[in-house]
């Protein structure tokens, strides 16, 4: 299958599904991450749910870049798109901001 590449929409889904998860692990709340993924994945044009796993490892590896918190089980992933890390950078949440070198 031919790669494609994400739409700023399909960055924004995956960013608010990311720091949702993020929220509740700094809360100490459970969350399932594979009732998240299917809610996500719908809204992602026919990516897979490895594609979109693997977008949450590159959102670890831009948040580890900038010395924030990630989610544990999203080991950071190289070959992050310029488009992706200023999503996520545009995306922090206020208590991070302050932080982000």
């Given at each position: 299958?031919?790669?494609?590449?994400?739409?700023?929409?399909?960055?924004?889904?995956?960013?608010?599904?990311?720091?949702f998860?993020?929220?509740?692990?700094?809360?100490?709340?459970?969350?399932?991450?594979?009732?998240?993924?299917?809610?996500?994945?719908?809204?992602?044009?026919?990516?897979?749910?490895?594609?979109?796993?693997?977008?949450?490892?590159?959102?670890?590896?831009?948040?580890t870049?900038?010395?924030?918190?990630?989610?544990k089980?999203?080991k950071?992933?190289?070959?992050?798109?310029?488009?992706?890390?200023?999503?996520?950078?545009?995306?922090?949440?206020?208590?991070?901001?302050?932080?982000?070198?």
């Amino acid at each position: 299958m031919k790669r494609r590449n994400w739409t700023p929409e399909e960055q924004r889904t995956a960013v608010i599904a990311y720091f949702f998860m993020l929220e509740a692990q700094q809360k100490g709340h459970s969350f399932n991450k594979a009732a998240i993924a299917r809610q996500v994945l719908p809204r992602l044009n026919n990516r897979t749910k490895g594609s979109y796993e693997a977008k949450l490892m590159n959102i670890s590896a831009i948040m580890t870049a900038h010395g924030l918190p990630t989610v544990k089980g999203y080991k950071s992933l190289g070959h992050i798109q310029k488009s992706l890390a200023d999503a996520v950078l545009a995306a922090l949440p206020q208590q991070y901001r302050s932080q982000a070198a």
